[in-house]
Every structure is written in structure tokens, then in C-alpha cells.
Nanobody, 128 residues
Framework: QVQVVESGGGLVQAGGSLTLSCAAS????????MGWFRQAPGKEREFVAA???????????DYAESVKGRFTISRDNAKDTVYLQMNSLKPEDTAAYYC??????????????????WGQGTQVTVSS
């Protein structure tokens, strides 16, 4: 049974930093895309960043324009864990953040329907 578990949310002041983690388990992976999405109250869920990895190639990252230069997504080579380092946080970054796993590593990493497994979400609140 594949599982995706996020951790690391919390409350931070504007300008601060947080790191979210996303761990996948349940099978041996030779490639996948792990994506981060977020949903603020009253808004639709939106793409944040993705890390596309395979055992035979260098990883590739994608970012939403709104987080480029502030957020960094990375993968721990020893574990099936992806991190989202969030710097220079703004109140508009406040949302529930969800990690998702696409075990086929499809194109268009921002497309929600590509993802097979989702985490339960972790809340990030940025105070002004």
C-alpha cells in the first residue's frame, strides 16, 4: 500500500522560513514525480512545485511563478523523501499544503490529475 505523508507545517512570521517534508513508502520506486500543491480558504488548489526523479536520470524541478526564487524543492537520495524549503514567506502563502505522488512521472507536473496518491495535508500560516 503506497502512502504519502507530509510534515513540517506551522506558524511563521512574514519573511520567515519553513521546510516541509514528504515521504513516500509502500513499494520500491525507480522513478516518480512528487509534487506540492496548496489550497487557501475559499480558493482552488494550486500547484506549487514538483520534483521529477528516475533512477536513470538527473532530477528535474518545476515551480509555480509565484514561488520561484523563494521556494526550493529537493530530494533525499537515501530516502524517498522530498523537501520543500520555503523562504521569504508572505501572508499569501498561507494555505494547506498537500504532497502528491505520480508513480508514472507523467508530463505536465502541475496537473493535479496526474497524481495517484495524496497526503493528508499540512497547514502553513504566515502572519503579517
Amino acid at each position: 500500500q503506497v502512502q504519502v505523508v507530509e510534515s513540517g507545517g506551522g506558524l511563521v512570521q512574514a519573511g520567515g522560513s519553513l521546510t516541509l517534508s514528504c515521504a513516500a513508502s509502500g513499494r520500491t520506486f525507480t522513478g516518480y514525480t512528487m509534487g506540492w500543491f496548496r489550497q487557501a480558504p475559499g480558493k482552488e488548489r494550486e500547484f506549487v512545485a514538483a520534483f521529477r526523479w528516475s533512477a536513470w536520470s538527473v532530477g528535474r524541478t518545476d515551480y509555480a511563478e509565484s514561488v520561484k526564487g523563494r521556494f526550493t524543492i529537493s530530494r533525499d537520495n537515501a530516502k524517498d523523501t522530498v523537501y520543500l524549503q520555503m523562504n521569504s514567506l508572505k501572508p499569501e502563502d498561507t494555505a494547506a499544503y498537500y504532497c502528491a505522488l505520480d508513480i508514472q512521472s507523467r508530463s505536465f507536473t502541475s496537473r493535479e490529475t496526474n497524481y495517484d496518491y495524496w497526503g493528508q495535508g499540512t497547514q502553513v500560516t504566515v502572519s503579517s
